[in-house]
């Protein structure tokens, strides 16, 4: 078996690599919700990365390594990932092409054209997007950036982790528990590769929508188990149909085990931290607070770091939010 180069050394790296290349994102905290919940929550608010979201580190990671010959990119996604790739292309001098579902929030297509991407659309109900990604490539002669399992992409998202060990260290917190989202799970083998090697008896747990919660019945069987993808959530950004084969191997031996939030709980997560964070969060980018709130584990009178990982939400759905009950 070949040796993963996700490391804690390889992440520290890539963050020297990013300095002033990417936002360093604050941890927030607030009375109200550590009262209400019974606990010391900090939230790493990811939603204020450029782009709104922490794939624009993976993006950046993995496109600051290639030759500079390489011009064309090639990446597909519900729309995140596809700003990651369209603005960290931009920024680098390269032109991106993202195949993307026709029904990606309007904000995240949006996002995409601004950065100068070339947009193909496709019906995620009848098509395959790596296929289609894929073709193109080849006619273009691009290099592929896929949304999660690639190495370099890992290793760009991991240093949202190293962040959160330098921030938490100058406050003298441990953190019992990490929150974090979950689709394909590369944020959560960055970030916990980071954290292990810093707080080894720290429990993370991977975060994700009800009905698509694939690596928490992978890591409960140990093997790599794929969603019906029959189901609808509001969550777009989180709906992968399985893990990725290196972001499981990494966090089947990392996490603790896996969570799932119904699309109720993250509108009602969504409003806690507009109201009470002044953030505004996308469903994907509310679930790991969504399970805090809902105490979907044990956190009383505990550290709990939450990793809020996107702000990129449609005005409807965010609405919908706010006609939600309080905490």
């Given at each position: 078996?070949?040796?993963?180069?996700?490391?804690?050394?390889?992440?520290?790296?890539?963050?020297?690599?990013?300095?002033?290349?990417?936002v360093?994102?604050?941890?927030?905290?607030?009375?109200?919700?550590?009262?209400?919940?019974?606990?010391?929550?900090?939230?790493?608010?990811?939603n204020?990365?450029?782009?709104?979201?922490?794939?624009?580190?993976?993006?950046?990671?993995?496109?600051?390594?290639?030759?500079?010959?390489?011009?064309k990119?090639?990446?597909?996604?519900?729309?995140?990932?596809?700003?990651?790739?369209a603005?960290?292309?931009?920024?680098?001098?390269?032109?991106?092409?993202?195949?993307?579902?026709?029904?990606?929030?309007?904000?995240k297509?949006?996002?995409?054209?601004?950065?100068?991407a070339?947009?193909?659309?496709?019906?995620?109900?009848?098509?395959?997007?790596?296929?289609?990604?894929?073709?193109?490539?080849?006619?273009?002669?691009?290099?592929?950036?896929?949304?999660?399992?690639?190495?370099?992409?890992?290793?760009?998202?991991?240093?949202?982790?190293?962040?959160?060990?330098?921030?938490?260290?100058?406050?003298?917190i441990?953190?019992?528990?990490?929150?974090?989202?979950c689709?394909?799970?590369?944020?959560?083998?960055?970030?916990?590769?980071?954290?292990?090697?810093?707080?080894?008896?720290?429990?993370?747990?991977?975060?994700?929508?009800?009905?698509?919660?694939?690596?928490?019945?992978?890591?409960?069987?140990?093997?790599?188990?794929?969603?019906s993808?029959?189901?609808?959530?509001?969550?777009?950004?989180?709906?992968?149909e399985?893990?990725?084969?290196?972001?499981?191997?990494?966090?089947?031996?990392?996490?603790?085990?896996?969570i799932?939030?119904?699309?109720?709980?993250t509108?009602?997560?969504?409003?806690?931290?507009?109201?009470?964070l002044?953030?505004?969060?996308?469903?994907?980018?509310?679930?790991?607070?969504?399970?805090?709130?809902?105490?979907?584990?044990?956190?009383?009178?505990?550290?709990?770091?939450?990793?809020?990982?996107?702000?990129?939400?449609?005005?409807?759905?965010?609405?919908?939010?706010?006609?939600?009950k309080?905490?």
């Amino acid at each position: 078996m070949v040796k993963s180069k996700v490391t804690y050394n390889s992440i520290l790296e890539a963050s020297k690599r990013l300095e002033g290349k990417i936002v360093r994102t604050p941890i927030l905290q607030t009375k109200y919700i550590n009262e209400k919940l019974e606990s010391n929550i900090f939230l790493k608010a990811e939603n204020l990365q450029t782009i709104g979201a922490f794939k624009f580190r993976g993006a950046m990671n993995t496109i600051h390594q290639l030759p500079s010959n390489i011009k064309k990119i090639v990446a597909w996604s519900s729309g995140n990932h596809a700003q990651a790739v369209a603005a960290a292309s931009k920024i680098t001098g390269r032109q991106a092409t993202i195949v993307m579902p026709e029904d990606s929030p309007k904000a995240k297509l949006n996002g995409t054209a601004f950065w100068g991407a070339n947009i193909i659309k496709y019906d995620r109900n009848k098509e395959n997007r790596e296929e289609i990604g894929k073709k193109i490539a080849k006619e273009l002669n691009a290099t592929i950036i896929p949304p999660f399992d690639d190495e370099n992409v890992i290793i760009g998202q991991g240093t949202a982790g190293i962040e959160c060990i330098e921030q938490l260290n100058q406050i003298n917190i441990i953190p019992d528990i990490v929150l974090c989202c979950c689709g394909g799970g590369g944020l959560i083998a960055g970030i916990s590769t980071a954290i292990k090697e810093k707080f080894k008896n720290t429990k993370i747990y991977s975060v994700e929508p009800e009905n698509f919660d694939d690596t928490k019945k992978s890591l409960k069987k140990n093997f790599i188990i794929s969603n019906s993808m029959k189901h609808k959530s509001i969550c777009d950004a989180l709906l992968a149909e399985k893990p990725g084969k290196i972001t499981f191997e990494i966090n089947r031996l990392n996490l603790t085990s896996g969570i799932s939030v119904t699309d109720n709980e993250t509108l009602i997560a969504m409003k806690t931290a507009f109201n009470h964070l002044k953030i505004v969060l996308e469903p994907g980018g509310a679930v790991a607070l969504a399970a805090a709130i809902f105490k979907k584990v044990d956190i009383k009178n505990k550290n709990v770091l939450v990793i809020a990982s996107g702000g990129n939400v449609d005005k409807d759905i965010f609405e919908n939010c706010l006609n939600q009950k309080e905490i």
